[in-house]
């Protein structure tokens, strides 16, 4: 059975190299930190790298991040995978807790992380499922 855990989380970005631009086309990578409110309380840190086409604002973004907190009152980590894509038409993002990623008390979490941002500020709705504790 799925349960659901939203919340803010605050997130700063950083460049980890000078972005790589050639024929119109635009790579960079950086590096993520982040802080989560709410249902899940903890930290992440990750790398993201991108791709964009100066020619019609399309984008493409991969990223991975380690988030380390508490959920339902159980302590431990678990990896993220990010999958994203921004056209003309609109945008797409897939954020999926990485198979067998957790660790301590989140042993065997399972799910998938909505991302919406709203007046600049961050929100997560995280749909997962947890064994039952031990």
Do not use: C, W
Request: glycine share 12%.
């Amino acid at each position: 059975m799925s349960t659901h855990a939203a919340g803010p989380f605050d997130v700063t970005v950083r460049p980890l190299a000078p972005e790589d631009k050639a024929e119109g086309i635009a790579l960079g990578r950086f590096s993520l930190d982040k802080q989560y409110h709410g249902d899940l309380e903890g930290t992440a840190t990750g790398e993201m790298v991108t791709a964009g086409a100066d020619s019609n604002g399309s984008a493409v973004y991969v990223a991975i991040e380690r988030v380390t907190a508490t959920l339902q009152g159980r302590r431990g980590s678990f990896v993220l995978a990010h999958q994203g894509t921004m056209t003309r038409e609109g945008r797409t993002l897939t954020v999926v807790v990485a198979p067998a990623s957790g660790t301590g008390q989140l042993v065997g979490i399972t799910g998938t992380m909505a991302i919406t941002i709203v007046d600049g500020k961050h929100f997560y709705d995280f749909e997962y499922t947890l064994a039952a504790a031990p």
